[in-house]
């Protein structure tokens, strides 16, 4: 959707394939990061995307066994947005949508679910969809697939994928919040647990991170006895473990990290988690993509402008993305093994790992997360030409 404004801003006819009707599921990592809004300040929007429902975190906490610290402290980047926003992803979905409709060249359609690519001699010039009014073909100069881990543009595409392996899953849920809880979103690291909370205003959005393939087990152990552990990990809002009352309430996220070997082919591209699958430490998955698609409309508009789109274009999106990729993934390839595993496998009491013991005992290190997490490894600022 960000790739497809900035280029239709910039005169580039764009059409956006959604499989769904609408943008309103439950993304639960609905955090989006000082760089991305960074982005959306250079496209002059800022202003009216903040009076959309939102809220701001410019702390991160955690405790880890009986220690309590700050992870990362936003307050001190260079940034125009010096905080986390939490907003619901179909809210920033459709505001991208509602912005891209203002040009001409700019096209959503919804209910077009993406079956198949269309090539000619090695090159892909369109692709098929399903629609509600039947089947859709499209020609095109340049197929942008940015359909998640789960792309089924790279699997027809058949670029190859790396695979890095987690040692977790997370099971997220809500509890209900109250106006005199906390505002900070919170982590909690026990001997064999970790837990996760974040402000949504009205809920909190829960984390329950368990061992890779768990699910099963616990779902057999019974709800009473995940209630429990809930209960000693949520501290203020552990009476409100009664809320949950079955097991559809409690959804599993399949934690993935992989890497395309290569991100394209002739006519074609993936972006965002379709190249890349993230860990979700840090949650800057979102924030990837954004700096994906801001990269792509800097480097592919004026060749699709002037119709000479090339390989070595599409080379080119991938070399600049590559790079913080590349590190983005090793620290939370570190932070999973080195962190994660440990905690995970623990069944007694917790000792802080140095690195967490530093954080809490020198304030000025929460920069440097807060750096990594808040803006990324290699920022992305617009650079498309107005149409």
């Not at 764009?14 to 989006?32: C, S, Y």
């Not at 697939?145 to 849920?173: H, Q, T, Y």
């Not at 906390?182 to 329950?208: E, T, V």
């Amino acid at each position: 959707m960000m790739l497809g404004l900035l280029l239709a801003r910039a005169g580039v006819s764009v059409m956006i394939l959604e499989k769904h009707a609408d943008f309103l599921r439950d993304f639960r990592g609905d955090t989006l990061h000082p760089s991305t809004l960074e982005i959306i300040h250079e496209l002059g929007l800022l202003e009216r995307f903040l009076r959309l429902p939102h809220q701001k975190v410019s702390r991160i906490n955690a405790r880890f066994g009986d220690l309590e610290f700050t992870v990362a402290d936003f307050s001190h980047l260079s940034s125009q947005c010096r905080y986390v926003a939490f907003m619901p992803q179909w809210d920033f979905l459709n505001f991208l949508a509602d912005e891209g409709s203002r040009y001409p060249t700019f096209q959503v359609r919804m209910s077009a679910e993406v079956t198949d690519l269309i090539e000619v001699g090695g090159s892909v010039v369109g692709l098929r969809a399903e629609t509600t009014t039947g089947s859709l073909e499209v020609r095109t100069a340049l197929i942008v697939g940015a359909d998640g881990r789960d792309s089924i543009v790279r699997k027809r595409a058949g670029l190859s994928v790396e695979e890095f392996g987690a040692p977790m899953d997370v099971l997220w849920f809500r509890l209900s919040r109250r106006h005199d809880d906390p505002g900070d979103p919170m982590g909690r690291f026990d001997a064999g647990r970790i837990f996760i909370m974040l402000n949504r205003s009205d809920y909190w959005q829960c984390g329950f991170v368990i061992a890779k393939g768990s699910f099963n087990e616990i779902r057999a152990h019974g709800l009473p006895l995940f209630r429990d552990s809930v209960a000693k990990l949520a501290s203020f809002a552990g009476e409100r473990v009664h809320e949950l009352q079955d097991w559809e309430q409690i959804k599993l996220l399949t934690v993935q990290v992989d890497r395309l070997r290569q991100w394209y082919k002739p006519g074609l591209l993936s972006i965002g988690d379709a190249a890349h699958a993230m860990s979700p430490v840090g949650g800057v998955g979102i924030n990837l993509a954004i700096q994906d698609a801001v990269a792509a409309a800097n480097l592919l508009v004026q060749p699709l402008r002037d119709g000479r789109l090339t390989e070595a274009d599409l080379a080119e999106v991938q070399t600049r993305r590559m790079w913080p990729t590349q590190l983005t993934q090793r620290g939370q390839l570190i932070v999973q093994n080195r962190v994660i595993r440990p905690v995970l496998d623990r069944k007694v009491s917790l000792s802080p790992p140095w690195a967490v013991r530093l954080l809490a005992r020198f304030p000025v290190l929460r920069r440097i997360p807060a750096r990594i997490i808040g803006l990324g490894i290699r920022p992305e600022h617009v650079g498309t030409p107005m149409g």
